[in-house]
């Protein structure tokens, strides 16, 4: 399935909107990535445990947002769309976000 961060795709015609679907996930870090994280945040640079697990969680956040698309019978989404959000201490939802539309 198509999915875009503008509102048309180039090369096709949306005929129809079908509405907002969403994916989301929740991660939480681990001891292990946080004791790395830890001694990478006293000598600077990229903490790539972290960089890894904002990944997975917006694959995974994709993934699901697609599936919903699927379910309404949609070709693409389009306006898609990344937020985060701490829901407790250690712990984010990542969430995408989009319309899902049908092609002509």
Same mark, same amino acid.
């Given at each position: 399935? =198509?999915?875009?961060?503008?509102? %048309? =795709?180039?090369? %096709?015609?949306?005929?129809? !909107? ?5 994916? !989301?996930?929740?991660?939480a870090r681990?001891?292990?990535? &946080? ?27 994709i993934r699901?947002?697609? &599936? &919903? ?31 899902a539309v049908?092609? %002509?």
């Amino acid at each position: 399935m =198509i999915f875009v961060t503008t509102d %048309k =795709i180039i090369g %096709k015609e949306i005929e129809s !909107s079908l509405g907002a679907v969403r994916g !989301s996930t929740v991660r939480a870090r681990n001891i292990g990535r &946080d004791v790395f994280a830890g001694l990478k945040n006293l000598v600077g640079g990229e903490i790539s445990e972290y960089t890894k697990l904002l990944a997975d969680a917006r694959e995974q956040a994709i993934r699901r947002m697609l &599936d &919903d698309a699927q379910r309404l019978g949609a070709d693409a989404v389009v306006n898609v769309r990344f937020t985060t959000s701490q829901v407790m201490q250690g712990a984010a939802e990542m969430l995408a976000y989009g319309t899902a539309v049908k092609l %002509k």
